[in-house]
Protein backbone atom coordinates (compact mmCIF):
# COMPACT_ATOMS: atom_id res chain seq x y z
CA UNK A 1 0.00 0.00 0.00
CA UNK A 2 1.58 3.90 -1.13
CA UNK A 3 2.06 5.51 2.02
CA UNK A 4 -0.09 8.55 2.71
CA UNK A 5 1.78 11.91 3.76
CA UNK A 6 0.13 14.87 5.17
CA UNK A 7 -0.47 17.69 7.53
CA UNK A 8 -2.31 17.72 10.59
CA UNK A 9 -3.11 21.39 12.48
CA UNK A 10 -2.65 21.18 16.21
CA UNK A 11 -5.19 23.88 18.34
CA UNK A 12 -2.61 26.10 18.42
CA UNK A 13 -2.55 26.25 14.67
CA UNK A 14 0.69 24.51 13.98
CA UNK A 15 1.03 22.14 11.47
CA UNK A 16 2.49 18.68 12.32
CA UNK A 17 3.41 16.29 9.56
CA UNK A 18 2.93 12.64 9.36
CA UNK A 19 3.03 9.89 7.23
CA UNK A 20 0.77 6.94 6.93
CA UNK A 21 1.74 3.54 6.11
CA UNK A 22 1.05 -0.02 5.48
CA UNK A 23 -2.77 -1.61 6.13
CA UNK A 24 -4.62 -3.02 9.57
CA UNK A 25 -4.74 -1.69 12.63
CA UNK A 26 -3.68 1.50 13.65
CA UNK A 27 -0.18 2.36 15.70
CA UNK A 28 0.50 5.75 16.55
CA UNK A 29 4.71 5.87 16.84
CA UNK A 30 6.01 8.52 19.16
CA UNK A 31 9.93 9.41 19.06
CA UNK A 32 12.09 10.41 21.44
CA UNK A 33 13.94 13.53 22.56
CA UNK A 34 15.46 15.38 19.10
CA UNK A 35 14.23 12.94 16.70
CA UNK A 36 11.44 13.50 14.02
CA UNK A 37 9.57 10.57 12.20
CA UNK A 38 12.28 9.25 10.61
CA UNK A 39 14.31 8.36 13.65
CA UNK A 40 12.80 4.93 13.87
CA UNK A 41 14.77 3.89 11.38
CA UNK A 42 13.36 2.02 7.98
CA UNK A 43 14.12 -1.55 8.87
CA UNK A 44 11.60 -1.39 11.81
CA UNK A 45 9.24 1.25 9.99
CA UNK A 46 9.26 -1.78 6.77
CA UNK A 47 8.45 -4.32 9.67
CA UNK A 48 5.63 -2.45 11.48
CA UNK A 49 3.91 -1.83 8.31
CA UNK A 50 3.91 -4.98 6.97
CA UNK A 51 1.45 -5.62 10.13
CA UNK A 52 0.12 -2.70 11.04
CA UNK A 53 -1.40 0.79 9.88
CA UNK A 54 1.60 3.08 10.94
CA UNK A 55 0.77 6.43 11.59
CA UNK A 56 4.53 8.05 11.37
CA UNK A 57 4.63 11.57 12.96
CA UNK A 58 7.27 14.47 13.47
CA UNK A 59 6.60 15.97 16.76
CA UNK A 60 6.34 19.92 16.78
CA UNK A 61 9.72 21.44 15.93
CA UNK A 62 11.04 18.37 14.30
CA UNK A 63 11.25 17.44 10.72
CA UNK A 64 8.96 18.80 8.26
CA UNK A 65 6.33 19.55 11.27
CA UNK A 66 6.10 23.34 12.13
CA UNK A 67 9.00 24.82 14.75
CA UNK A 68 7.13 25.95 18.42
CA UNK A 69 7.49 29.28 19.46
CA UNK A 70 6.48 29.07 22.65
CA UNK A 71 7.44 26.28 25.83
CA UNK A 72 5.04 23.08 25.75
CA UNK A 73 4.38 20.53 28.17
CA UNK A 74 4.52 16.68 26.73
CA UNK A 75 0.76 16.88 27.36
CA UNK A 76 0.71 19.23 24.68
CA UNK A 77 2.82 16.88 22.55
CA UNK A 78 0.30 14.32 23.69
CA UNK A 79 -2.63 16.30 22.60
CA UNK A 80 -0.77 16.71 19.09
CA UNK A 81 -0.90 13.22 18.47
CA UNK A 82 -4.47 12.88 18.94
CA UNK A 83 -4.84 15.61 16.40
CA UNK A 84 -2.95 14.05 14.13
CA UNK A 85 -5.32 10.70 14.80
CA UNK A 86 -8.14 13.38 14.23
CA UNK A 87 -7.19 14.77 11.26
CA UNK A 88 -6.58 11.15 9.92
CA UNK A 89 -10.32 9.95 11.06
CA UNK A 90 -8.46 7.35 13.62
CA UNK A 91 -10.55 7.50 16.46
CA UNK A 92 -8.98 4.74 18.37
CA UNK A 93 -5.51 3.50 18.26
CA UNK A 94 -2.38 1.75 19.47
CA UNK A 95 0.04 3.67 20.85
CA UNK A 96 3.93 3.09 20.58
CA UNK A 97 6.30 5.56 22.50
CA UNK A 98 10.11 5.37 23.01
CA UNK A 99 12.36 7.29 25.39
CA UNK A 100 10.25 11.25 25.63
CA UNK A 101 7.64 9.27 23.05
CA UNK A 102 6.74 6.82 25.97
CA UNK A 103 6.53 9.92 28.46
CA UNK A 104 4.29 11.26 25.89
CA UNK A 105 2.27 7.77 25.10
CA UNK A 106 1.87 7.98 29.03
CA UNK A 107 0.24 11.15 28.99
CA UNK A 108 -1.57 10.24 25.67
CA UNK A 109 -3.50 6.71 27.55
CA UNK A 110 -4.23 8.93 30.98
CA UNK A 111 -5.59 12.03 28.45
CA UNK A 112 -7.13 10.05 25.81
CA UNK A 113 -8.00 6.50 27.89
CA UNK A 114 -11.06 5.36 25.53
CA UNK A 115 -8.95 6.33 22.32
CA UNK A 116 -5.69 3.94 23.62
CA UNK A 117 -5.88 0.36 22.58
CA UNK A 118 -2.88 -1.12 23.14
CA UNK A 119 0.48 0.31 24.67
CA UNK A 120 3.97 -0.19 24.05
CA UNK A 121 6.63 2.20 26.12
CA UNK A 122 9.65 1.74 25.36
CA UNK A 123 13.18 2.72 26.95
CA UNK A 124 11.19 5.48 29.32
CA UNK A 125 10.27 6.59 32.92
CA UNK A 126 7.71 7.74 34.52
CA UNK A 127 9.42 11.28 35.59
CA UNK A 128 12.13 11.82 37.73
CA UNK A 129 10.29 11.54 41.32
CA UNK A 130 10.21 7.71 40.92
CA UNK A 131 13.21 7.10 37.98
CA UNK A 132 16.40 5.96 37.96
CA UNK A 133 18.90 8.55 36.38
CA UNK A 134 21.73 8.00 33.81
CA UNK A 135 25.09 9.33 34.22
CA UNK A 136 25.01 12.79 33.38
CA UNK A 137 27.89 12.57 31.48
CA UNK A 138 26.00 10.22 29.17
CA UNK A 139 23.26 12.52 28.93
CA UNK A 140 25.51 15.69 27.92
CA UNK A 141 26.71 13.49 25.09
CA UNK A 142 23.16 13.76 23.52
CA UNK A 143 23.52 17.60 23.37
CA UNK A 144 25.31 19.36 20.20
CA UNK A 145 28.08 22.04 21.93
CA UNK A 146 27.60 25.65 20.37
CA UNK A 147 29.25 25.59 16.67
CA UNK A 148 29.40 21.40 16.65
CA UNK A 149 29.29 19.72 13.35
CA UNK A 150 26.26 17.98 12.92
CA UNK A 151 28.20 14.54 11.63
CA UNK A 152 30.48 14.67 14.92
CA UNK A 153 27.41 15.80 16.87
CA UNK A 154 25.44 12.46 15.75
CA UNK A 155 28.27 10.17 16.16
CA UNK A 156 28.83 11.51 20.12
CA UNK A 157 25.22 10.75 20.79
CA UNK A 158 25.45 7.35 18.95
CA UNK A 159 28.12 6.46 21.17
CA UNK A 160 25.87 6.19 24.29
CA UNK A 161 22.46 5.78 22.68
CA UNK A 162 22.93 2.20 21.16
CA UNK A 163 24.37 -0.87 22.93
CA UNK A 164 28.01 -1.74 23.20
CA UNK A 165 27.38 -4.84 21.24
CA UNK A 166 25.56 -2.82 18.46
CA UNK A 167 28.25 -0.35 18.09
CA UNK A 168 31.15 -2.73 18.12
CA UNK A 169 29.54 -4.73 15.27
CA UNK A 170 30.48 -4.28 11.81
CA UNK A 171 27.01 -4.31 11.07
CA UNK A 172 25.76 -1.51 13.72
CA UNK A 173 28.69 0.73 12.33
CA UNK A 174 27.35 -0.03 8.63
CA UNK A 175 23.82 1.12 9.76
CA UNK A 176 25.29 4.16 11.88
CA UNK A 177 27.31 5.20 8.96
CA UNK A 178 23.94 5.25 6.68
CA UNK A 179 21.86 7.20 9.13
CA UNK A 180 24.55 10.24 8.83
CA UNK A 181 24.59 9.81 4.99
CA UNK A 182 21.06 10.02 5.13
CA UNK A 183 20.81 13.32 7.94
CA UNK A 184 21.18 16.01 5.33
CA UNK A 185 17.37 14.58 3.29
CA UNK A 186 15.72 15.55 6.41
CA UNK A 187 15.68 18.80 8.72
CA UNK A 188 17.48 18.39 11.41
CA UNK A 189 16.04 19.34 14.88
CA UNK A 190 17.06 23.02 15.74
CA UNK A 191 18.68 23.83 19.45
CA UNK A 192 15.53 25.60 20.62
CA UNK A 193 13.58 22.29 20.34
CA UNK A 194 15.86 20.34 22.03
CA UNK A 195 15.84 23.03 24.77
CA UNK A 196 11.94 23.27 24.84
CA UNK A 197 11.45 19.35 24.75
CA UNK A 198 14.49 19.18 27.75
CA UNK A 199 12.19 21.45 29.81
CA UNK A 200 9.32 19.47 29.47
CA UNK A 201 10.69 16.35 30.31
CA UNK A 202 11.53 17.82 33.02
CA UNK A 203 8.08 18.84 33.98
CA UNK A 204 6.97 15.56 33.21
CA UNK A 205 5.56 13.38 36.04
CA UNK A 206 3.30 10.70 35.78
CA UNK A 207 4.31 7.76 38.76
CA UNK A 208 1.10 8.77 41.11
CA UNK A 209 -1.18 8.61 38.44
CA UNK A 210 0.28 4.94 36.58
CA UNK A 211 -2.43 2.96 38.25
CA UNK A 212 -5.10 4.98 36.27
CA UNK A 213 -3.84 3.12 32.89
CA UNK A 214 -6.02 0.56 31.91
CA UNK A 215 -5.06 -0.21 28.69
CA UNK A 216 -2.96 -3.69 27.86
CA UNK A 217 0.46 -2.00 28.28
CA UNK A 218 3.60 -3.93 27.51
CA UNK A 219 6.99 -2.51 28.61
CA UNK A 220 10.10 -2.97 26.50
CA UNK A 221 13.58 -1.82 27.32
CA UNK A 222 17.17 -3.17 26.21
CA UNK A 223 19.18 -3.65 29.42
CA UNK A 224 22.43 -1.90 28.32
CA UNK A 225 20.47 1.41 27.78
CA UNK A 226 23.11 4.24 28.94
CA UNK A 227 20.02 6.86 28.59
CA UNK A 228 17.27 5.50 30.66
CA UNK A 229 18.60 2.86 33.09
CA UNK A 230 17.01 -0.81 32.30
CA UNK A 231 15.45 -0.90 35.96
CA UNK A 232 12.94 1.99 34.89
CA UNK A 233 11.78 -0.22 33.23
CA UNK A 234 10.85 -2.64 36.39
CA UNK A 235 9.28 0.49 38.12
CA UNK A 236 6.66 0.93 35.38
CA UNK A 237 6.29 -2.53 35.26
CA UNK A 238 5.19 -2.43 38.66
CA UNK A 239 3.19 0.56 38.61
CA UNK A 240 1.22 -0.65 35.79
CA UNK A 241 -1.18 -2.99 36.77
CA UNK A 242 -1.85 -6.32 33.88
CA UNK A 243 1.53 -4.89 32.52
CA UNK A 244 3.98 -7.38 30.57
CA UNK A 245 7.64 -6.69 30.32
CA UNK A 246 10.33 -7.68 27.85
CA UNK A 247 13.74 -7.43 28.49
CA UNK A 248 16.05 -6.73 24.52
CA UNK A 249 19.06 -8.61 25.75
CA UNK A 250 22.56 -6.13 25.29
CA UNK A 251 20.53 -4.06 23.84
CA UNK A 252 20.97 -0.10 24.29
CA UNK A 253 18.53 3.18 23.73
CA UNK A 254 18.29 2.73 20.43
CA UNK A 255 16.92 -1.06 20.30
CA UNK A 256 14.52 -0.41 17.35
CA UNK A 257 17.65 0.50 14.95
CA UNK A 258 19.69 -2.44 16.98
CA UNK A 259 17.30 -5.65 17.22
CA UNK A 260 14.43 -4.16 14.82
CA UNK A 261 12.84 -7.97 14.29
CA UNK A 262 12.86 -8.78 17.82
CA UNK A 263 11.28 -5.55 18.74
CA UNK A 264 8.45 -6.07 16.36
CA UNK A 265 7.72 -9.57 16.58
CA UNK A 266 7.27 -9.09 20.55
CA UNK A 267 5.45 -5.92 20.03
CA UNK A 268 3.50 -6.65 17.28
CA UNK A 269 2.06 -9.99 18.58
CA UNK A 270 1.65 -8.43 21.71
CA UNK A 271 -0.70 -5.35 20.01
CA UNK A 272 -2.20 -8.15 17.73
CA UNK A 273 -3.52 -9.82 20.61
CA UNK A 274 -5.09 -6.78 21.91
CA UNK A 275 -8.96 -6.76 21.93
Same mark, same amino acid.
Given at each position: ???? *??????????? +?????????????????????????????????????????????????? /?????????? /? +???????????????????????????????? #????????????????????????????????????????????????????????VFLNSEAGQAILNQAI?????????????????????????????????????????????????????? #?????????????????????????? /???? *???????????
Amino acid at each position: MASV *RDFAENKDGLK +LRYEIRGAGEPVALIMGFSGSGRGWGDPFLKLMEARFKIFVIDNRGTGES /DKAATEFTLS /D +LAADIAAVLDHAKTPRAHIFGISMGGMIAQEF #VLAYPERTRGLVLGCTNCGSSHSVPADPAALANLIPAPGMDPIVAARRAFSVACGKVFLNSEAGQAILNQAIADMGNYPITPMDTLMRQGQAIGGFDSFARLGQIKSPTLIIHGDDDSIVPYPNAE #VLHGAIAGSKMHTLKAAGHMFFWEVP /DETV *RVAGDFLAAVK
